[in-house]
């Protein structure tokens, strides 16, 4: 791999005989230690294995891929060692970087590749998805010029993954996104915000019969998801616990009735712009908890430090009334309206202002007492 930036050899040399120094002292004092004088001669090729890995979780990933062009034992030792790369850093040419890197470090569980402009193309995903079979983590943000090829691909070559983030992957279909998830069925986290082709009715009940481990899914501003898929994705995930469905503006109270109902563990809600729900909604997310504290799920509870919604955002969902939204509140002791700890966030709603949560409630009637 030619190294970038023009980093001249040495240049290289000279920068992890600085790192020998560094990793030297990691390895503890006395004789063994490796000195940089110009009487003892320099084997920092030779550096053990461990060290060099050591050495290298405390820089940066640029610096490790430098690394990994020092020699062919360091290629080799960084290639079977390496497990977290991030190339957010690159700004131009991530495409070519990932063609050379991938065959190199097929033992990643984490690559996260997000962009500030679109520089992936199909054939680098192809590439990681033939060499890095063990990917569980994958962040494709802001691909505008990935397709459908990519998602295929990874289907094939990467069916552990349990993180997915393809949001403003635009050109996405709902196809070949219920394709991934009938191969990849491990997936805990999916991000599809902004994905308006991919993130349908159609993925939605494809992720809800494959993903049964589903536990965070970001649909935000996916217009076309509407009551079936979200009916669908509550009834396939009972593990999910946060959903984000601002500006799915298709759904109604019945989407939320299913998440109260199928969903025990749900702590974060994203309903921003979803002008269609009203008050059956939130009466039915009290009536959940409700249900599901002295129900079947109560055995579970000890998996949860907490239990209950801990985080709702309704706004702009003009619809609701102050003593429903009051009713959920009381019923869920976490969500805060309270200054510095707002976790109900109602912006836009000038009818719920009268809401108040539990502590905000006691430290009114506090300053109330002090007062007379």
């Known amino acids: 791999m030619e190294l970038q930036e023009g980093l001249r050899s040495e240049d290289l040399e000279l920068c992890f005989k600085k790192l020998m120094v560094f990793g030297a002292s990691l390895a503890g004092g006395g004789d063994d230690r490796v000195r940089m004088d110009d009487e003892v001669t320099n084997k920092w090729k030779d550096i053990p ?50 063609l050379a890197l991938a065959p190199k470090f097929a033992r990643l569980h984490a690559l996260i590749l997000r962009q500030d402009k679109p520089q992936l193309e199909d054939n680098a995903v192809e590439t990681i998805a033939s060499f890095c079979h063990e990917l569980q983590e994958l962040d494709l943000s802001k691909s505008f010029k990935l397709t459908d090829r990519s998602l295929y691909a990874l289907a094939h070559g990467c069916p552990n993954l349990t993180k997915l983030n393809i949001s403003g992957c635009t050109a996405f279909s709902d196809t070949a996104l219920a394709y991934l998830t009938s191969f990849c069925k491990n997936l805990k ?20 019969y494959n993903c049964c481990e589903l536990e965070r899914l970001n649909l935000g501003w996916c217009e076309n998801v509407g009551d079936l898929g979200v009916t669908s994705l509550a009834h396939g995930c009972p593990e999910l616990r946060a959903l984000d469905l601002c500006g799915c503006v298709l759904i109604t109270d019945e989407s939320v009735i299913a998440l109260a109902n199928r969903c025990p563990h749900l702590r974060s809600l994203g309903l921003y712009y979803c002008q269609n729900i009203t008050d059956r909604a939130m009466y039915s997310l009290a009536q959940g908890r409700v249900e599901n504290k002295h129900g079947v799920w109560q055995s579970r509870k000890s998996r949860y430090e907490d239990d209950g919604l801990m985080n709702l955002n309704i706004s702009q969902c003009i619809a609701l009334t102050p003593p429903a939204v009051q009713a959920l509140c009381d019923s869920f002791p976490a969500l805060h309206t309270c200054p510095g700890r707002h976790s109900l966030i109602i912006s836009g709603c000038l009818n719920l202002t009268s809401v108040h949560c539990a502590c905000a409630v006691q430290g009114h009637r506090a300053t109330s007492t002090a007062a007379h």
Request: proline share 0%; charged share 20%.
């Open 49 to 98: 294995m461990e060290l060099l890995l050591r050495i290298l979780s405390l820089v940066d990933d640029k610096t490790v891929i430098r690394a990994s062009g020092v020699c062919t034992g360091w290629r080799e030792a960084i290639g079977l060692g390496l497990t977290r790369l991030c190339l957010s850093w690159c700004k131009n040419n991530m495409n070519n970087l990932v």
């Open 189 to 208: 986290s999916l991000n599809l915000c902004g994905c308006v082709r991919a993130a349908t009715d159609r993925a939605l009940q494809a992720i809800g």
